[in-house]
């Protein structure tokens, strides 16, 4: 019930009333990415969603225009390097998601649920399978998001993920958004590229 009606209903609700009321910071953070660097103020590309159909996800762009795409930024050498001075302020903030917003209204994603994949990301994808994570609606944060979040290698990842799809609930939600506000205030989790913690991570589960 909760999760064929309700947890909908709330995400269309929720959604149109944080694009009204952050509809001014939207127009200034727009402002501050084109002043900041040559390009788009959106970035889109095609990520994983339910039932693993592709779909395009809406972020604030926070990298120079010759990054190279469709690269987890845990895989790109020198990731820092390319992430631009506006970017720095919008990724540690979590800032830059907030135009997936536009994705949940369109039903493509959900407020709480597991992040969407990379097209190309083979091996998160593949373990989701094991655990029926790319049966749900992809989030805009989640419960793997809310426990470790980069830092976490891929296999737990999907677990996480694999955990909050097997007992989706209202109150699973609301924890989750709890946690996710405490995190982002916080900054805990987030690690840019194959230097950040994430990597390290996943060297250590591969490497003997």
């Known amino acids: 019930m909760y999760q064929r009606f309700v947890k909908r209903a709330l ?5 149109v009333a944080g694009l009204i009321v952050l509809s001014p910071l939207f ?3 727009a402002v501050l990415i084109k002043l900041d660097s040559r390009g788009p103020v959106l970035f889109r590309q095609k990520r994983v969603g339910k039932n693993k159909v592709l779909f395009e996800i809406l972020k604030f762009r926070t990298m120079r225009i010759d990054t190279p795409r469709d690269v987890p930024t845990h895989q790109l050498n020198q990731s820092v390097s390319y992430i631009t001075r506006v970017g720095r302020v919008l990724r540690k903030t979590s800032l830059d998601e907030l135009p997936q917003l ?4 369109l039903g ?6 597991p992040r969407p994949a990379l097209w190309n990301q083979d091996d998160l994808i593949a373990y989701r399978d094991l655990y029926s994570a790319n049966d749900v609606l992809p989030g805009l944060s989640g419960w793997a998001q809310v426990n470790g ?18 007992n989706i609930s209202f109150g699973l939600d609301v924890k989750c958004f709890v946690l996710t506000i405490v995190k982002v205030f916080n900054a805990d989790g987030i ?3 194959r230097e950040g913690k994430h990597y390290a991570a996943k060297r250590t589960k591969e490497e003997p």
């Open 27 to 29: 127009v200034v953070l």
């Open 11 to 15: 995400d269309v609700v929720i959604t």
């Open 191 to 193: 690690a840019e590229g």
């Open 149 to 166: 979040r980069d830092e976490l290698a891929i296999d737990k990842k999907a677990l996480r993920d694999g955990e909050y799809a097997q």
């Open 108 to 113: 493509q994603m959900s407020i709480i649920g």
């Open 102 to 105: 536009v994705n949940i209204l």
